[in-house]
């Protein structure tokens, strides 16, 4: 026993000092970090320099104000269709009857987004909101979860429908629920069906309310890590600003996890995927215009955790950006306070009444309180069942009741809960316990997370004998939720949330809605909370005396009790979700500086008289972007117009003299996309990536007769090296449809006379820093012990999207995660690729990729991204892990790639490749050689025939 406790005390101190050493570390990149880009921000006039104190800046003094309201959503608002979508990414989201507490993954945030899309969807303004969620057919969980699309009732509408609707995205094995701590690998297919339907719906909606033009989506707000990583995607796809909401965050969790002190960082990272999550959310903050928080200390103690976010530079570049000042390519999103709302439709009057009884007068005897039959009218007019299932634990049911109401999950803590009452025999004598901890059927079924919580309870209240002082049912309906907090209230008793952090805390805000007063977390947003409610008391949930002291207080005083109680009805107001909608909608107008290009919303073509073969031009002409000639609209007469078509149509027939005119690009019926990495070790293109474009070639034509398919080239390589490397193959450079170089940062189209496409590289502008990069990139990516030469520009390869630095034979430099970082930190978002065989790193905009150029391809070409079919070797660059996931099809082609960057990509201690590939993709296949049969024959078995 003594061995074990001293070897748990021996790894808890290790565990310590490995945490202190890192934070050191991470404490000293990141004022290194600050410092730079202070520095640099700080060439300032003097003036300036004033205005940018952040300490005098008024707008900034709003930010701590928790219901802001500088800014009004108006009602000439109402005139405008807005199309909003948000996204949750889990899945078990429903509109009715939600199951929270199910498990760890279903909590306030599935309440959260569900309310927020109905308040939205009722704002004016507003025509349609899409919660994007995951699809799950499983037979572990209820069909209603599978149902591709469910409309969100409003009792309040004639039609019943507010235009909310839930859409469910297959993504990963559809017959199976995943944890969210899993669910990463599959990020990238939700984000192609989450394409497909936000396309179709823009569509739809542009033909119903817009003339034919599409309708973008206005925002697109992820949820949490994970939909904050696909929020991110879709709004670099679509070029459409991209709001966040964080709910909880991995780096707080970590911490506190840490601090614990009972596992290690592998062992955690292992169970709660933390890296992969924490550079979601980092990704998230690299895309995201705004950031929606909850209080004002998620923002400074949360979201200031993270590499992408520093208060003080975010101040000085939002004064800045308003005087007109270069923020010399630092961008930091805005972080905006709006706290959630309540549905108050269950709060009755009765719940705010002064002197609303004891719950004696309401119960009767202690005989009657145990019978459910002789319950007085009162109870018998709302759901009993909840009551009796926590009535019949009781010894005494007259005894104010404790009540905790959270997950299952071990970071609320409830386990020091049951301590603090236990060992405090006042507490016991004074009070009862209720444990409502999700609903189980049988505690060996649940995950294994949720049912150590429940052994841990069961085997607590046996250790202090707390039978007959504790409630812990094993069901309750959402529906019932009211009754219990009620129940708690007519016994004077108190609501707690001891949980190590509270990103936010929905239980608080509904506790104080009906009347119960609280006893709350330190640890995050219920410090703003009872700030604004002044409606409990704060405790450090480590400290289980403070926990007893403080709900001992709070029992023990009726007239802090009846304080708190008033308090809290009289502020609960404040938690509005109206006013939530028009405030956030107020500030997202105010972050729209981005719009779809042109060519994205030109893909729908307006239905008028027109021959059959005109119309077939034209929609060839309008999908092979000669958006410049022509004007949709009728703003050009019909006969100009169609002359233009004409025109346009010859210049392309002409341009491409294989594929006729069915077949050109932008209406193939496939793309066969090229992003075989041929390097030899010294980054010089290899043979092989002939070799493998003519079999390719060769095969597609064979099996499919080469018009139906278009080919795409994804490299890293320069245009000119790129050009150089197809200039050694038998085939013609026309016969491909787009060649992407320099790592998705420039897109050509070959059959247009070798036209940059202007519009993606518009797109790509997005947060580029261009100039003020160049030489900071260069700076961060030497080690510290790395000679000057190491890492110099390339001039040739560079291009103004694209900056591109020669690594010498042999040099140390740091690794992708680890440069991200250090630019990060000053501001800088990039996307940064390791190519030619590492000896080539390119720094682009942080949405030009090789997969995102597919993305923008597919949906200017109207091609189903399930018809792409994406050749690569068995290594790549730095960002060959990103080409697999999605519902295109891979054929990895073995024996083509000798030398790949991977080694590049990411330090040790970062998340593991199998956390961001999914490992059982069916979408990939395993090719012996190049050979054009065997391509053929991987073709077929991945289902392209
Ligand atoms: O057995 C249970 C357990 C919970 N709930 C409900 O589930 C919600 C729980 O929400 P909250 O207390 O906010 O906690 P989390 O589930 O952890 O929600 C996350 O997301 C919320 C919304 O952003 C934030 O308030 C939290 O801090 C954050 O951890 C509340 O509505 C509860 O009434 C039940 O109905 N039954
Ligand atoms: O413990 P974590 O992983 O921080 O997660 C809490 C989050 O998990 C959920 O339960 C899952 O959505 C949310 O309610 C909440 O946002």
């Known amino acids: 026993m003594c061995w074990r406790i001293w070897h748990l005390a021996r790894k808890k101190k290790q565990i310590a000092w490995n945490d202190a050493r890192r934070l050191a570390k991470r404490r000293l990149e990141r004022e290194q970090g600050r410092n730079d880009a202070a520095d640099d921000l700080s060439e300032l006039s003097e003036g300036e320099k004033e205005k940018c104190d952040p300490d005098v800046s008024e707008p900034i003094k709003n930010l701590s104000r928790i219901n802001s309201d500088t800014q009004i959503w108006f009602d000439t608002d109402k005139s405008k269709h807005l199309y909003i979508v948000l996204i949750s990414m889990h899945g078990l989201v429903r509109g009715e009857n939600m199951e929270l507490g199910r498990d760890s993954d279903t909590g306030g945030q599935v309440k959260y987004v569900v309310e927020l899309a109905r308040a939205l969807a009722n704002t004016k303004g507003v025509d349609r909101v899409d919660l994007l969620t995951r699809q799950i057919t499983s037979p572990e969980v209820d069909s209603s979860y599978g149902e591709p699309i469910e409309m969100l009732s409003c009792p309040s509408h004639a039609t019943g429908s507010c235009g909310a609707y839930i859409i469910r995205i297959p993504s990963g094995p559809r017959d199976k629920y995943i944890a969210k701590e899993s669910l990463w690998p599959h990020i990238p297919e939700f984000v192609d069906g989450a394409l497909n339907h936000i396309v179709n719906m823009a569509r739809a909606l542009g033909d119903q309310l817009n003339g034919g033009k599409p309708t973008w989506p206005y925002v697109i707000h992820g949820h949490y890590a994970d939909a904050g990583e696909v929020a991110a995607h879709l709004s670099g796809a679509l ?20 601090k614990q002190g009972r596992l290690s960082k592998e062992a955690i990272n292992a169970t709660y995927k933390i890296m992969r999550r924490i550079e979601g959310e980092e990704l998230g903050l690299d895309a995201a215009e705004m950031v929606v928080t909850s209080t004002m200390q998620e923002i400074e103690e949360q979201w200031g955790l993270y590499d992408g976010f520093d208060l003080k530079l975010e101040r000085k570049l939002r004064v800045r950006r308003r005087r007109g000042v270069s923020c010399l390519g630092r961008y930091m999103p805005r972080m905006v306070v709006i706290p959630p709302g309540m549905d108050f439709s269950y709060v009755t009057t009765q719940d705010s009444l002064e002197n609303d009884g004891d719950l004696m007068s309401l119960l009767g005897s202690d005989d009657r309180a145990q019978n459910k039959t002789h319950l007085p009218q009162i109870w018998s007019e709302i759901t009993i069942l909840a009551l009796m299932q926590i009535m019949r634990f009781f010894t005494n049911p007259h005894k104010p009741t404790i009540l905790a109401l959270s997950r299952p999950d071990p970071k609320k803590n409830v386990t020091t809960l049951l301590k603090a009452f236990g060992e405090c025999q006042l507490l016991r004598e004074l009070a009862n316990l209720t444990l409502i901890l999700g609903n189980r059927d049988d505690i060996e079924d649940m995950s294994n997370s949720s049912s150590v919580v429940l052994t841990t309870v069961l085997k607590l209240i046996d250790r202090f004998d707390l039978y007959g002082q504790v409630a812990y049912p094993k069901h309750h309906k959402q529906s019932e939720v009211p009754e219990i907090y009620r129940l708690a209230a007519k016994t004077k008793g108190v609501f707690i949330n001891p949980a190590l952090v509270e990103p936010f805390g929905l239980t608080l805000i509904e506790a104080a809605a009906y009347g119960l007063p609280v006893v709350a977390t330190k640890n995050g947003g219920p410090v703003d ?35 708190c109680r008033k308090n809290g009805l009289r502020n609960i107001h404040r938690f509005s979700w109206t006013e939530h909608c028009r405030n956030y909608l107020s500030r997202v107008e105010h972050c729209r500086n981005r ?131 197809l200039s050694c193959c038998p085939v013609n450079i026309e016969d491909f449809d787009a060649l992407v170089c320099n790592s998705g940062s420039e897109m050509y189209y070959p059959w247009k006379d070798m036209v940059a496409d202007t519009d993606y590289e518009a797109h790509m502008a997005y947060r580029w820093p261009g100039e003020n990069v160049r030489s900071m990139a260069m700076r961060l990516a030497r080690t510290e012990d790395g000679a000057e030469d190491d890492i110099t520009e390339y001039v040739a390869a560079c291009s103004s999207r694209c900056y591109s630095y020669s690594i010498k034979p042999g040099a140390k430099t740091r690794r992708i995660d680890d440069l991200r970082q250090r630019l990060r930190m000053r501001g800088f978002r990039c996307n940064l690729v390791y190519t030619r065989a590492a000896s080539r790193l390119n720094v682009v905009p942080l949405f030009a990729s090789r997969i995102q150029a597919l993305r923008y391809l597919s949906i200017r070409w109207a091609i189903d991204v399930s018809k792409v079919v994406l050749f690569v070797g068995e290594k790549g660059d730095t960002d060959y892990e990103d080409l697999f996931g999605g519902l295109h099809k891979t054929i990895v082609l073995k024996g083509t790639v000798a030398y790949g960057s991977g080694k590049l990509l990411r330090n040790e201690d970062n998340f593991k490749r199998e956390d961001a590939v999914d490992q059982g993709n069916p979408n990939i296949k395993f090719v012996e050689t190049s050979e054009g049969q065997n391509i053929a024959g991987a073709l077929v078995a991945i289902g392209i025939k």
């Open 239 to 258: 070029n459409v600003p991209m709001v966040l909401t964080g709910h909880s965050l991995g780096r707080n969790k970590f911490e506190q996890l840490l």
């Open 529 to 563: 909370i009872l700030k604004v409610l002044n409606n409990g008391l704060l405790v450090d949930p480590h400290d289980q005396n403070a926990i007893a002291d403080a709900l001992l207080k709070l029992v023990a005083d009726k007239n802090l009790w009846a304080e």
């Open 595 to 725: 719009h779809p290009t042109n060519r994205l919303e030109i893909m729908t073509i307006p239905e008028e008289p027109m021959s059959d073969s005109l119309r077939d031009v034209e929609d060839i002409s309008l999908r092979f972007s000669i958006e410049g000639d022509i004007k949709l609209n009728g703003e050009i007469d019909a006969a100009a117009r169609q002359k233009k078509i004409v025109e346009a149509f010859t210049r392309m027939a002409s341009l491409n003299s294989n594929t006729g005119i069915v077949y050109s690009p932008g209406r193939r019926q496939m793309l066969f996309v090229i992003a075989a990495d041929c390097y030899d070790s010294n980054g010089e293109t290899t043979e092989t990536f002939q070799a493998m474009i003519m079999n390719v070639m060769k095969d597609a034509g064979l099996c499919f007769g080469l018009g139906k398919i278009g080919f795409v080239l994804l490299t890293g390589s320069s245009f000119r090296e790129t050009m150089q490397a």
